[in-house]
């Protein structure tokens, strides 16, 4: 009985060390960031957004004017994560006529300089702009499709 242990134990011992840096891996402990990516709506009417990664899909969202839309996640151990949006809204309440643009709202390759753990983007008639906190601007980044 005791000869199961002993060989048993160092078993543990060996293993236990490949668990926790399994765990840290998984959960991206020493690589990933907490990103936020926050939609604006500052358009005359209310705006719809569908926002996708390789992996997700968020679904359909619909902003109302003047509120945003905020979803959150962590980068991969690669290095490219990448979450794009499309965003469609009427260019008047009655009319049957649509604005819209796909675009990146998130890349790990870019948008780095103004984009770090909070990405902040502005609906606006004019087109799509992404905040710049470092120098408190606005850079138009999109046009609408129309």
Same mark, same amino acid.
């Not at 709506?41 to 679904?59: I, Q, T």
């Not at 790990?108 to 753990?117: A, G, L, M, V």
């Given at each position: 009985m005791n000869s199961t242990r002993f060989p048993m134990f160092y078993i543990c011992l060996i293993l236990f060390p490949f668990t926790q840096l399994t765990s840290c891996v998984y959960s991206d402990f020493f690589w990933a960031k907490d990103v936020d990516v926050i939609?604006? #709506?500052?358009?005359?009417?209310?705006? #719809?957004?569908?926002?996708? /990664?390789?992996? #997700? *899909?968020?679904? *359909?969202?619909?902003?109302?004017?003047? #509120?945003?839309?905020?979803? /959150?996640?962590?980068?991969n151990f690669w290095g490219t994560t990448l979450f794009w949006c499309k965003i469609w809204y009427k260019k008047y309440p009655n009319s049957e006529k649509y604005s819209e643009a796909n675009f990146e709202v998130y890349s790990?390759? /870019?948008?780095?300089?103004?984009? *770090?753990?909070i990405c902040t983007w502005e609906l606006?008639? /004019?087109?799509? &702009?992404? &905040?710049d906190p470092y120098n408190n601007r606005s850079i138009k980044e999109y046009d609408w499709n129309n």
């Open positions: 939609l604006k #709506n500052e358009l005359h009417v209310p705006a #719809n957004v569908r926002c996708k /990664s390789r992996d #997700n *899909d968020l679904g *359909d969202h619909e902003i109302s004017i003047g #509120n945003t839309y905020k979803f /959150s996640f962590k980068t790990s390759e /870019s948008h780095t300089e103004h984009c *770090d753990h606006l008639d /004019s087109g799509i &702009y992404s &905040y």
